[in-house]
């Protein structure tokens, strides 16, 4: 039932029912309703529930990924992906009714996620604002100590990043390994949708004298990296940062200025001066 798309599915559930099939047998550890939500078949999903289905606490996080049509290499039929999408929010509606925990990551899996980090990281901005409207944490963490703002940064949906900071998400929350959300930001290559994401995390306070560590240049933050770009020719990421950073106080901008003078705006002497220091 889990691959039948149309309405026909709904018969199918109650005829299986009334003939004793176990509504809650697993194959390969999913239950018929998690195979559902994963293959996007929110009607067949709905269809379970109403016929008693058991709920697990990891189905929100399963079932809010952005639908994908057959057509661009997914399951859903391409005539029913509007109807689908009214579904999946029909889904979400009714999990959290039944009580099913909004937050919920698997704790035995190293890249557990919450139903809002799935979300953000696939771009289901729909899916976002509905989790955070039905009172989804903003800065819930997953696996790693991972944040749905992070994994928006990460992924470049400039929509849900919106979403996230202005439900009040820290962008200074760092995962395991030290990295915010600032880590994440494209230096190369912004585009309008980049460039969006860049002013929702300066205009909100985020850390970019930060020291982290980048594969390319070393412990370095993102303002000394934007002065390199800048340097080198890119000046976008600095005037980003001119324009809307909350974070860069006085002292910072005469610590750079004097810096740039020492290596006589030389962009090769400056990301080694960095080092140094």
Not at 14 to 29: G, R
Not at 76 to 99: G, H, N, S
Not at 177 to 194: G, V
Request: aromatic fraction near 6%; include cysteine.
């Amino acid at each position: 039932t889990t691959y039948c798309y149309d309405e026909t599915v709904d018969e199918m559930v109650k005829y299986l029912v009334k003939a004793n099939a176990s509504l809650n047998c697993t194959c390969f550890c999913r239950t018929a309703l998690e195979l559902a939500c994963k293959n996007q078949n929110f009607r067949c999903a709905l269809a379970l529930i109403e016929a008693g289905a058991e709920l697990t606490d990891g189905l929100l996080a399963i079932c809010v990924s952005s639908i994908k049509a057959k057509s661009q290499g997914g399951v859903v039929p391409d005539k029913v992906t509007e109807e689908f999408a009214r579904l999946q929010k029909a889904l979400i509606l009714k999990l959290v009714e039944m009580e099913v925990p909004i937050d919920w990551w698997p704790l035995n899996d190293e890249n557990g996620q919450t139903a809002l980090m799935r979300a953000a990281y696939h771009g289901n901005t729909s899916a976002v604002e509905l989790l955070l409207q039905l009172g989804a944490d903003a800065d819930s963490k997953g696996a790693n100590n991972i944040t749905a703002l992070i994994c928006a940064v990460a992924s470049c949906n400039s929509q849900c990043v919106k979403l996230l900071v202005t439900a009040g998400a820290d962008v200074n929350l760092t995962m395991d390994c030290r990295l915010s959300a600032t880590y994440f930001l494209p230096l190369r290559e912004i585009n309008h949708d980049t460039e969006s994401i860049w002013v929702q995390l300066l205009s909100r306070g985020s850390n970019i004298e930060e020291v982290v560590w980048y594969e390319q240049y070393g412990d370095i933050s993102i303002l000394k990296l934007a002065i390199y770009e800048a340097l080198r020719g890119n000046c976008l990421p600095l005037d980003l940062i001119v324009k809307h950073s909350m974070g860069v106080g006085e002292l910072s901008i005469r610590r750079m200025l004097k810096l740039l003078e020492e290596v006589k705006y030389n962009s090769s002497h400056f990301l080694e001066c960095c080092k140094l220091r």
